[in-house]
């Protein structure tokens, strides 16, 4: 089933905190001179249908909650793709002073598109190579592609444990929401 | 016609019918797409759309919200075999209305603004075309003495030359129910994002396939029953049907999507008036 993933990515657009020259980049995408939805691609504008959460512009202390709010709406396998040079860092806005950085502090990312703003060969790229990574993903592999992947909605229950008792090392947990096996960096 | 007969072409037609409605949104999407000077999603589009939201993760607020879902697609699978199997016409449409009921209840048993806006809007765009496809029927009944959709060919001449004001108002009608601006009020459908796709925003995966797949059955009625304005020769059916297609899709590309109440004042003065004129002339001719 999810082998035609890569045949009909619908994307859905989060402007982070971005000068808007990206969001224009992306909208150009879709219009009839690059026309990316000959490769299904749908700008669809509800986290709920999306499989790629496009995010321009860097992350602040306000914007940080909305941005992993989308991120959690999103129905798995998803895919986080960081457009410009802002969501990848912080860009230009990077030393002003409520600026966190780049949106890898808030969610997983993918595929980082580079440009202030990217090009659309350059965007184009991008939705593909994300879906690429969504389908040579080993845990997707292993399930035979057809997994139905469930996201917990509400946090795990944790266990009760002694406080005496040795916590085991753990490796620091990507966020909640990536079940896919995700590698996280 | 025996038993066995007829549960054969039903299962031909649950079978067929939402094969045909994919396929004519896959024509629809790269007409579209031409129209605009480009290239267009692949033909199978919609299938492989279909397929992908099949694999993925359900999100869903509350059950009752998926069993409308099914509700909604039973019941135009339902019509659907009433129509092909000949069956009463009246019966069929309420049907449909029982079905649109469900998802108009399935968009509003979740406490989301934009899906109860959807739905709110799903109930006028019922409000405006259900009226006049009640008069299609009467106009049917009045050509042919007969309800059945098996007796569609009795009067021995096409509907299209009794009922020509009635046709154009189902144009209306078409446009509706295929999602088509100046009409696409509750799902904000091909594109745009007034509403952020309306009364199906809370269904996602799986769920959301339900509801495409009711779409092509929905697009494959409307067909059919476009088809059936030239019953007695179904090869000229089938292009009447083609040539309200590519129109439906032209004025989609044409016009830009406008206000509900815009909507009800034209269906009920135009679309009725249209209807209405066509049934007194078929009463005095």
Partial sequence: MLGCIDRSPWIVHYNCNSCNGCDIELLACLTPLYDLERFGVLHVGNPKHADILVVTGSVNHRNARVLKNVYDQMPGPKMVVAMGACSATGGIFADCYNVLGGIEKVVPVDVWIPGCPPKPEAIIDGMVKAVGIWKSNPAFQAQGGAARISLTRRPPAAPVQPAAAPQPQQQPQPKEGSPDGRQSS | ?285
């Fill in chain 2, 1 to 285: 016609m025996s038993t066995m007969n007829q549960l054969l072409i039903a299962l031909f037609a649950v079978v067929l019918a939402p094969a045909v409605g994919a396929l004519l949104q896959g024509i629809d999407r790269r007409i579209n797409a031409r129209m605009q000077s480009r290239v267009g999603p692949p033909l199978l589009q919609p299938v492989y759309d279909v397929l992908k939201l099949l694999g993925k993760e359900g999100v869903i607020l509350n059950r009752t919200q998926v069993l409308y879902a099914w509700i909604h697609l039973a019941f135009l699978m339902l019509a659907t075999v009433l129509l092909v199997l000949g069956q009463d016409m009246i019966m069929a449409l309420l049907v449909v209305a029982v079905s649109t009921i469900a998802l108009i209840l399935g968009g509003m048993c979740v406490r989301s603004p934009y899906s109860r806006i959807g739905s709110s809007r799903e109930i006028m765009q019922m409000l405006s075309y259900e009226p006049i496809l009640v008069l299609l029927v009467i106009g049917i009944f009045m050509t042919n003495g007969s309800f059945m959709a098996r007796d569609i060919t009795l009067a021995g001449k096409p509907l299209l030359l009794t009922l020509p004001l009635i046709f154009l108002a189902f144009l209306l009608v078409t446009a509706i129910k295929l999602k088509k601006s100046p009409f696409d009020l509750a799902t904000s459908h091909h594109g745009h994002q007034e509403i952020v796709k309306g009364i199906t925003i809370e269904y996602a995966g799986p769920y959301l396939a339900i509801l495409e797949v009711a779409h092509w059955y929905e697009t494959a009625l409307v067909f059919l029953v476009l088809a059936a304005f030239w019953a007695t020769n179904w090869v000229v059916g089938i292009a009447l049907a083609i040539i309200a297609f590519v129109i439906e899709i032209l004025f989609d590309n044409l016009c830009a999507r406008l206000t509900y109440q815009w909507m009800l004042v034209h269906m009920w003065t135009v679309g009725l008036g249209l209807s209405v004129t066509n049934l007194i002339w078929l009463y005095w001719k």
